[in-house]
Structures are given as C-alpha cells and as structure tokens.
C-alpha cells in the first residue's frame, strides 16, 4: 500500500533552515507528481510546492517563493523541501503528498515550529 513517510521537523529560530524528508513506498516513485502541503493550527491545508515526476518542473506558492526549494531523488523514492530564511508564519505540519489513481494520499505530518 501506498505510504508516505515524512521527517526533518524541529524547532528553529526565525531566518534559520531546515529539511524536511517524505520517504514514498507502495507505487511507482518515479512516474507520479510529489507535493508538500502544511497546515497551521485553526487554518487550512495549504499547497506549499509541486515536483513533477522528473523534477522537471516545480511550482510553489507565492508566500515561500526565493526561500523554499522542492527537489526529489527518483533513485531514493524521496520528495524533500529544503526551508531557508524561516519565518514565524511558516510554523505548521508539513505533508507530503500524491494522487494516483484518482485517490489522494498523505503522510503523518512533521512540525515545524519557527520561534526565538
């Protein structure tokens, strides 16, 4: 079965970096579209960035555009979101995220807290 595996969440101050990981299993890494959401306590689920299946192409929102990059290692069955220059907003729980077969699936969540 399709599991999405995420890590890398931390406590971090304001303009500092983190990486997160999802570690995919069950379908075929290489040949699906990969994304990050996050939701912060009382908002919505967000879309955060996009990955194609050869990285071809990114997208991200316009609130981490310039700090956030969305990369992917095919051979490693693995999506990361590499965080720069931290903001106290960007405090939530990452997904990983993909949809295959008309079904969407999800991680368990990482937290990321952003405060000095």
């Known amino acids: 079965q399709v599991q999405l595996v995420e890590s890398g969440g931390d406590l971090v101050q304001p303009g500092g970096s983190l990486r997160l990981s999802c570690a995919a299993s069950?379908?075929?890494?290489?040949?699906?579209?990969m994304s990050w959401y996050r939701q912060a306590p009382g908002k919505e689920r967000e879309l955060v960035a996009t990955i194609t299946s050869t990285g071809g192409t990114t997208n991200y929102a316009d609130s981490v555009k310039g700090r956030f990059t969305i990369s992917r290692d095919n051979a490693k069955n693995t999506v990361y979101l590499q965080m720069n220059s931290l903001k106290p907003e960007d405090m939530a729980v990452y997904y990983c995220n993909v949809r295959r077969l008309s079904r969407t699936y999800w991680g368990q969540g990482t937290q990321v807290t952003v405060s000095s």
């Open positions: 069950g379908f075929t890494f290489s040949s699906y579209t």
